[in-house]
Nanobody
Framework: QVQLVESGGGLVQAGGSLRLSCAAS????????SGWFRQAPGKELEFVAT????????YYADSVKGRFTISRDNAKKTLYLQMVNLKPEDTAVYYC????????????????WGQGTQVTVSS
């Protein structure tokens, strides 16, 4: 089993930046793909970005493409999400997740989830 703990969320003005981190413990982190999802109040869980274990392949939701960057440091067992030019519609609880698949895009592909970190973007 993998335990995931997110950090780095907070309140930021529109146009600002935040960097989310997700620290993993338990089973080896580097052999799995990892991703970020978010859920705004009253809305369904939304895919944000995913990265494979070798960091050679990344996928982004159209809504964040060009503004968010997913990365990982396997030695530190940590996943990151750099967010720039944040918009009020980015306000949500952000979750990191890991998958046993090399490429994973759907929530059902991910077996371990963190508890989430709140990101609030004010206009």
């Amino acid at each position: 089993q993998v335990q995931l703990v997110e950090s780095g969320g907070g309140l930021v003005q529109a146009g600002g930046s935040l960097r989310l981190s997700c620290a993993a413990s338990g089973r080896t982190f580097s052999i799995w793909s990892s991703g970020w999802f978010r859920q705004a109040p009253g809305k369904e869980l939304e895919f944000v970005a995913t990265i494979n274990w070798s960091a050679t392949s990344t996928y982004y939701a159209d809504s964040v493409k060009g503004r968010f960057t997913i990365s990982r440091d396997n030695a530190k067992k940590t996943l990151y999400l750099q967010m720039v030019n944040l918009k009020p519609e980015d306000t949500a609880v952000y979750y990191c997740a890991t998958s046993s698949r090399d490429t994973a895009l759907r929530p059902a592909d991910f077996g371990s989830w963190g508890q989430g970190t709140q990101v609030t973007v004010s206009s």
